[in-house]
């Protein structure tokens, strides 16, 4: 079957916090923007219960409230959302592709947000209970119908314990296997605190999971003890895996550069290694992994798209200037050198109109410019003709050598 091509200006993998936030840039700065995402829009923040530290809500949203509202204010600026998943991309040419099952979507500009899934306990039989069968990664989703009931929480981090203190609101007992010694977590010491005073909670220290047990459905989980190696077999209804989650990169290994996990390095920029193919959220190699992280990650991404992209045109457009002569001022307005050559540049321009094009490139605000011109010192003079850069001007810029460079 022939896919169908389609032309953005920007698209987005990945519709979780870091996806919306890039895609509200992307949409206001008028970008044609696309936002694939192949389950589930606002991705795993959705399932948080409660989002308390997220600046602008004092008393707190639920995850599907703060990113219905993330989804909303993307769509009000044209962002345009399919729900399906990506299998290929091509990410090194000027023209970026990424495809689905059906289309073929052609870019200038691809931000990676896919975000990551959770991590298993690679324990035996782990994969005859997934998800409807026992064994959940959602506490906000599957907590009601667990009411009465006991449960088995994995991990001792913020997101085990602050899921399963959630869960003492419905089930009548909620046990907590940690791997480490009695009284040692990975969570906050509030979170800590509050779930070790917290009666409905019961902890097994040194244990982690060697089996899960039943028949259609979980019935029982197997710990062994990191110390004695004995096996205890605990009657539960529900286990949630609260152990880590793995970036969603598979597609990526050959692209761009991951790290020896699998997240993908960028720069302060949210650049990775391949110009206009940037990276925001939770996919990254970064401190923290939160919300708040992801929208400001989600914040660069989506405006450095935006300057890609504009400079991409300036170069096409006025720098290579369809094969007619075009001379290049590469400059920094914050260098009195520089500011001082800016009258005999624009004199030259008024001169000349007829017969070339100036371009003034100020690399303080446009970096990229530079690069992309091979230029790291400035003031420089750059000279093209036919499309093809003929030279670089970087001393005894003055009326005389400027004019040298016409044809």
Known sequence: MEKRTEQYDVVI?????AGLTAGIYCGRAKLKTLILEKT???????????????????EGATGTELMGLFHKQAKKFGVDFKMTDVKAVSLTDEIKVVETFRIRYEAK?????????????GAKNEEKYLYDKGISFCATC????????TVMVIGSGDAAIE???????????????????????????????QALDNPKMEFLWNTTVDSFEGEERLEAVVLKNLKTGELQSVRVDTCFLFIG????????????????????RVNEKMETNLPGVFAAGDVCDKFLKQVATAVGDGAIAGYGAEKYISECEIYENQILNHGKPSVV???????????????????????????????KVDVYKSP?????????????????????IQGIMTENIDEEHLNRLLP
């Open 40 to 58: 589930l829009v606002g991705g795993l923040a959705t399932y948080t219960n409660e989002i308390e530290n997220y600046p602008g809500f004092p």
């Open 142 to 149: 599957d907590a009601a119908a667990n009411t009465g009931k």
């Open 163 to 193: 899921e399963g203190m959630f869960l003492t609101k419905f089930a009548d007992k909620v046990i907590v296997s940690v791997m480490h010694d009695h009284g040692k977590m990975d969570c906050n010491e509030i979170a800590k605190n």
């Open 368 to 388: 990229g410019l530079a690069g992309k011109l091979g230029i790291d010192i400035v003031p420089a003079i750059a000279y093209f003709n036919g499309g093809k």
């Open 109 to 121: 500009a691809v931000i990676i947000a896919s975000g990551g899934k959770p991590r298993l306990t």
């Open 13 to 17: 993998i990945g519709g979780g916090a």
């Open 245 to 264: 989650y793995l970036p969603n990169t598979e597609i990526f290994t050959d692209t761009v550069t991951l790290n020896r996990s699998g997240y993908v």
């Open 329 to 359: 001022y590469v400059w920094n307005a914050t260098e009195p050198k520089c500011r001082e050559l800016l009258p005999l540049i624009e004199k030259f321009e008024q001169i000349h109109a007829a017969r070339l094009r100036v371009t």
